[in-house]
């Protein structure tokens, strides 16, 4: 193996530049004659809008313009914002105008754009804009919002539905009636948010030569914001540009479409000057997509000896205000409750609910964190109640490597039956228990409770659809310079594409990765892409890469033996060379072949070749790939203060085939810290009028470098069937057990006290009052 070709732990090509301060992030872009945009915002979660009085914005000097809805051109006013994955369960799909038409249904939702010299003078005038708010009564729970007769989201909806659907699987019903057990769980997972270093941002410029407009934005897809920003304006392709820069963090809200953009856009093209608008903290916690609230109420069916039988309840997820990506979380919640166990029967009613908060969208683990967590805690309820062992009982639920593939009866998000290609699970979690000391931890416990010191364990599992279609884009080129350079429709936020992808091409051509140019995130460079999301882009992007650099190599190899006059089986790739395997000096470089491909003017092209020394190929998986997962935590309880110290942390992983190791390690590390925020810290508090209360990191707290403990990581890899290099994804599976694993592990620490833990985060306050009068006790 080479030292960066595939599967080598290559340092990251991002980092010096990153490291040097040297990072081009969007608000790193300036422009001459530049103006500033900032957004008047409604401060109420539910309101009729009268009358705009922009007249006091526009008096003060340094301000160019005040947009309202009336302002905006007519492809814009005439149509909401794209909702990006439709679907026919959606009853009554709402989405937001651009600017607030003559309703805002939460607080922050965009109802004027004033663009200005300088931020300071916009943000100043947007406190001038006038706005006549009647205040409507706002819907602040979704589970109230089904109750009949209830106040609605949207003024004129007949109720707060957005859809609803069952998912099922066998006879759950008749499998309850004979089943030895039946146990029932409530579980509530609160509102959390991404929260990036890098909050949302772009530069919008208007180009009147050729009618075009370039938008430099923080984005996790550039095309399909440039699909977007195309269907609002009424544009022809080649009328938009989208370049996507360094970007801090994505975490899912950044792949989506928001009306800022159509903005920045419009403004630009009207006062024919570049216009940018950088997110501020306070608008990220108000008006950037958030995720993890949902209801579940679940009964588990099984046998004398904790066999699963049957699996069934109700699903309650809230969408907010609006539904940009459909039924994408639910659906994904509740296809992903399986996991890795044997279920012959499922039935579980889902229902998505509007409410006046900001929409949920997808965040790091898009709904398959919660149903992780509701599956486990179902089987940490069949282990007590069975008086087994936690890891005992999922060893005998466990889907078999010998099942495999495996499909589990329902249809998944990308349209496909749950088919899992590949995976030995109760291998990985023998691996994670052995890495954590599962064995001795009971004795540990023992010690620790016989000095006062509450320490507990928690098991979870997980499997993870990665890999989503339709496709991703690359094309390999090697130019007449002789440079090798990959262009790919994959949009990254830190996950090392330039570094990975790299590797592949640099695998196909011999060469070092110092060699190979990756270009991601801008639309003129290749003509399709979808972006990275979903843990997709290795399983997709880094198969184009390998096809293109196979159909490149071989088309070199084929030049290079008709200028050699030798057989193409002679010759190998190294170095920058084709040359004869068996005399290496006696070669061509591929800048001498790349010249070659491009033809000579007035002479036909040698050997029906096409010209140029490039290929693009749009790897297309016929599934999702499945990656799994299990965590091990082990955690001691402050009992006086609820503060939760992980003493342990343990994961194995299995992606199939790993690229880079060290790539996958960072991803599977930062995961469980993002875990680790959603299990004990971060939770977005709204009052009885869906008003924000935890609107500043003094209120909602993130999990400091002192709350992440080491990981240690052991990588198991079943390669995937579904793809030519054996990839599946590893964004998000660090944080999609975590979350589970650390609440279990908490339960089982203050199980003298007979707490039980039915939600998430369990902050130390949340802890302090489960354990009620035993804290109080303590603290007397």
């Known amino acids: 193996m080479s030292l960066t070709g595939f599967g080598a732990s290559a340092p990251r090509k991002e980092d010096p530049a990153l490291l040097r301060g040297e990072g081009q992030f969007v608000d790193d872009i300036h422009f001459p004659a530049m103006l500033h945009a900032a957004f008047v915002r409604s401060p109420h979660a539910h309101a009729s ?3 705009i009085d922009k007249s006091a914005a526009l008096a003060l000097p340094g301000v160019h313009a005040v947009f309202a809805f009336a302002d905006l051109p007519e492809p814009v006013r005439r149509q909401t914002l794209p909702l990006l994955v439709p679907h026919p369960s959606l009853r009554a799909p709402r989405m937001p105008y651009a600017l607030a038409k003559d309703e805002v249904c939460y607080a922050g939702e965009p109802v004027a754009c004033v663009v200005a010299d ?5 943000e100043d005038a947007a406190d001038r804009v006038e706005v006549a708010y009647e205040p409507l009564p706002a819907v602040n729970d979704c589970r109230a919002a089904l109750a009949p007769g209830t106040t609605t989201a949207h003024a004129e909806a007949d109720s707060n539905v957005a859809a609803r659907f069952p998912v099922q699987v066998g006879d759950a019903d008749r499998a309850f009636a004979g089943a030895a057990h039946v146990f029932r769980e409530r579980i509530y997972q609160h509102r959390g948010g991404p929260f990036f270093m890098e909050c949302r941002g772009a530069v919008a410029r208007y180009e009147k030569p050729t009618d075009a407009y370039t938008l430099f934005v923080s984005s996790q897809g550039s095309h399909r914001l440039k699909r977007c920003l195309l269907d609002m304006f009424d544009l022809g392709d080649h009328q938009v540009r989208v370049v996507t820069p360094d970007v801090g963090g994505g975490f899912g809200p950044k792949g989506s479409f928001y009306p800022e953009y159509v903005n920045l856009a419009f403004a630009a093209r009207v006062l024919d000057r570049p216009v940018k608008w950088i997110e501020d903290r306070r608008e990220n916690f108000l008006a950037t997509h958030q995720e ?9 069916a099984v046998d004398r000896d904790g066999h699963i039988l049957g699996l069934r309840g109700e699903l309650i ?3 907010g205000a609006y539904v940009p990506w459909g039924i994408v979380l639910p659906w994904i919640a509740a296809t992903t409750v399986p996991g890795p166990y044997v279920i012959p029967s499922f039935k579980l009613d889902v229902v998505s609910v509007y409410t006046n908060k900001i929409q949920t969208t997808p965040v790091r683990g898009a709904g398959r964190p919660e149903a992780v967590v509701t599956m486990e805690r179902l089987m940490d ?3 007590r109640e069975l008086e087994l062992d936690p890891a005992e009982v999922r060893r005998r639920n466990f889907i078999r490597p010998e099942q495999m593939p495996y499909n589990v009866g329902i249809i ?11 995976g030995d699970y109760p291998a990985c979690q023998a691996a994670a228990l052995e890495a954590s000391g599962y064995d001795g931890f009971r004795q540990r416990q023992a010690q620790a409770r016989s000095l006062g010191r509450h320490i507990g364990i928690g098991i979870a599992n997980a499997v993870e659809a990665t890999g989503l279609g339709p496709y991703e884009s690359a094309t390999v080129r090697i130019s007449t310079s002789g440079k090798i350079v990959v262009y790919t429709g994959a949009t990254p936020q830190g996950q090392s594409h330039k570094t990975t992808l790299g590797q592949i091409a640099a695998e196909q051509f011999g060469v070092g990765l110092d060699d190979v140019t990756v270009v991601t995130g801008d639309t003129a460079a290749i003509s399709l892409g979808i972006g990275t999301f979903a843990a997709r882009t290795a399983a997709n992007a880094g198969p184009s890469v390998h096809l293109a650099g196979l159909e490149v190599a071989l088309k070199a190899k084929t030049i290079a033996a008709g200028m050699m006059e030798c057989l193409l089986e ?14 290496p000096d006696v070669r061509k470089s591929l800048r001498e072949i790349a010249v070659r491909s491009v033809g000579m003017p007035g002479f036909s092209m040698a050997g029906e070749l096409e010209p140029g020394l490039e290929h693009t190929a749009h790897f297309t998986p016929a599934q999702s790939a499945y990656s799994n997962g299990t965590h091990v935590a082990e955690v001691e309880v402050d009992i006086e203060t609820g503060a939760v110290l992980i003493l342990r942390y343990t994961v194995a992983h299995d992606c199939g085939r790993v690229i880079n190791p060290m790539v996958v390690d960072g991803q599977v590390i930062g995961g469980v810290a993002h ?3 959603n299990a004990l810290f971060e939770r977005l508090v709204y009052d009885d009028q869906a008003q924000l209360l935890t609107g500043t990191f003094a209120d909602y707290l993130l999990p400091l470098a002192t709350d992440v403990p080491r990981i240690d990581l052991v990588h198991l890899e079943t390669p995937s069937p579904l793809n030519p290099l054996g990839i599946k994804g590893a964004g998000e599976g660090g944080t999609i057990p975590a979350i589970a694993a650390i609440v279990s592990a908490v339960e089982n620490a203050l199980a003298p006290f007979g707490v039980r833990i039915a939600e998430a985060p369990v902050t130390p306050q949340r802890i302090v009052e489960l354990l009620g009068s035993h804290a109080l006790g303590r603290t007397r």
């Open 49 to 51: 809008i009268g009358r």
């Open 118 to 122: 300088s931020r300071y003078i916009a």
């Open 292 to 300: 993890r609230d949902q209801y579940w109420d679940m009964e588990i």
């Open 317 to 319: 997820h809230e969408t």
């Open 381 to 383: 309820r069949v282990a």
């Open 412 to 422: 998944f998000r990308d349209g496909r039956p749950v088919t899992y290609d590949s």
């Open 570 to 583: 002679d010759l190998e790739l190294a170095d920058g060379y084709v040359r004869l395997k068996s005399a």
């Open 675 to 677: 875990g680790i925020g």
